[in-house]
T-cell receptor, first 115, second 111 residues
Framework: GAGVSQSPSNKVTEKGKDVELRCDPISGHTALYWYRQSLGQGLEFLIYFQGNSAPDKSGLPSDRFSAERTGGSVSTLTIQRTQQEDSAVYLC?????????????FGSGTRLTVV | RKEVEQDPGPFNVPEGATVAFNCTYSNSASQSFFWYRQDCRKEPKLLMSVYSSGNEDGRFTAQLNRASQYISLLIRDSKLSDSATYLCAVYSGAGSYQLTFGKGTKLSVIP
């Protein structure tokens, strides 16, 4: 597609439920990133994919968080047993290479609210 | 010291003013630098890359000072539409694969 597409755009879930967030990157972009942004906070790195591999998972805050990427394209971020502190905007970005030349293009995000 | 730091502002400036933001970074081996713009409740959008020699795009000028480890963004002739939060981003390379973002500087351009 023309841009990075994320779904759903908004998600309200009850504490303890699992959620899946989807990211469809720009066609041909090999690198894919997940970040999250809490209210008034900066962008927090979660995980990086190059193709289907995740060389850097260092930002995942706990083992309740996992992500996968298939076919070098779509990625899913899963949060199990959601907690209120998981409430944030989850942003996906993609880039050619590692983004060192041209930066990233972000999707519009998924706003997650855990109640 | 945080990896990437910005003055959170807000910077409140009148239309037509010139305003400048700085962003400091801690890793002297950092390789690439960017400025992003983020409107309220929207995703960050790339404004411009920052090159060693400095670069200009219309009313926007970005500069890199490696010796003092900071980048700057200058906006001339501010427009109301420039009101947003400006994020700097740094790519460190050397095993770090992601851009590290500052928390942003909020700019409000006032009529």
């Amino acid at each position: 597609g023309a841009g990075v597409s994320q779904s759903p755009s908004n998600k309200v879930t009850e504490k303890g439920k699992d959620v899946e967030l989807r990211c469809d990157p720009i066609s041909g972009h090999t690198a894919l990133y997940w970040y999250r942004q809490s209210l008034g906070q900066g962008l927090e790195f979660l995980i990086y994919f190059q193709g289907n591999s995740a060389p850097d998972k260092s930002g995942l805050p706990s083992d309740r968080f996992s992500a996968e990427r298939t076919g070098g394209s779509v990625s899913t971020l899963t949060i199990q047993r959601t907690q209120q502190e998981d409430s944030a905007v989850y942003l996906c970005a993609s880039s050619l290479g590692q983004g060192e030349r041209n930066g990233y293009t972000f999707g519009s995000g998924t706003r997650l609210t855990v109640v | 010291r945080k990896e990437v730091e910005q003055d959170p502002g807000p910077f409140n400036v009148p239309e037509g003013a010139t305003v400048a933001f700085n962003c400091t970074y801690s890793n002297s081996a950092s390789q690439s630098f960017f400025w992003y713009r983020q409107d309220c409740r929207k995703e960050p959008k790339l404004l411009m890359s920052v090159y060693s020699s400095g670069n200009e795009d219309g009313r926007f000028t970005a500069q890199l000072n490696r010796a003092s480890q900071y980048i700057s963004l200058l906006i001339r002739d501010s427009k109301l539409s420039d009101s947003a939060t400006y994020l700097c981003a740094v790519y460190s390379g050397a095993g770090s694969y992601q851009l590290t973002f500052g928390k942003g500087t909020k700019l409000s351009v006032i009529p």
